[in-house]
């Protein structure tokens, strides 16, 4: 099925987009670490895509078919990137909350998260080439 050859792709390029804005997050929070009464913000995204995964395996919502060209089968719902401001804890008298050494650490994480995954679509894409080229 035509429709299908880029559902990998379509799932990794999620992967990215939340990948990216949790790069933006995060650089945003080290940029501000000096900023009184600034709370640090994180990107919430596994949690969504988890539970997209799990309705597509389920089938997803049903769709009614009514003619018998109508498709067939449910879809699940796109997940979301959330940005998510910590206003629960402090760490310094300026009630600023940014810990650098862990901010540090998350891009660090992050960045090679978003490498891994921009190598699996470079991979999605070969196969595809190899297929269709016969090579």
């Known amino acids: 099925m035509v ?3 880029f559902s990998e792709v379509d799932k990794l390029k999620m992967g990215l987009d939340a990948s990216w804005k949790r790069s933006e997050v995060i650089l945003n929070n080290i940029a501000n670490n000096d900023t009184p009464g ?8 596994e949690e969504y895509y988890r539970a ?3 309705k597509e395996d389920d089938g997803g919502f049903a769709m009614k078919r009514t003619r018998d060209k109508h498709m067939s089968g449910g879809f ?3 997940p979301r990137i ?3 401001v910590d206003e629960d804890t402090t760490m310094r008298m300026d009630e600023n909350n940014v ?3 862990k901010e540090m650490g998350d891009l660090a994480t992050n960045t090679i998260y978003y490498n891994t995954l921009q190598s699996k679509v ?3 894409f070969a ?3 190899a297929a269709i080229t016969g090579g």
């Open 127 to 129: 196969q595809l080439r």
């Open 3 to 5: 429709g299908n050859i």
């Open 76 to 78: 699940a719902p796109e």
């Open 38 to 45: 600034y709370n640090r913000a994180s990107v919430k995204f």
């Open 99 to 101: 810990d650098i050494e």
């Open 52 to 54: 997209m995964l799990e």
């Open 82 to 84: 959330e940005v998510v």
């Open 122 to 124: 470079s991979a999605e």
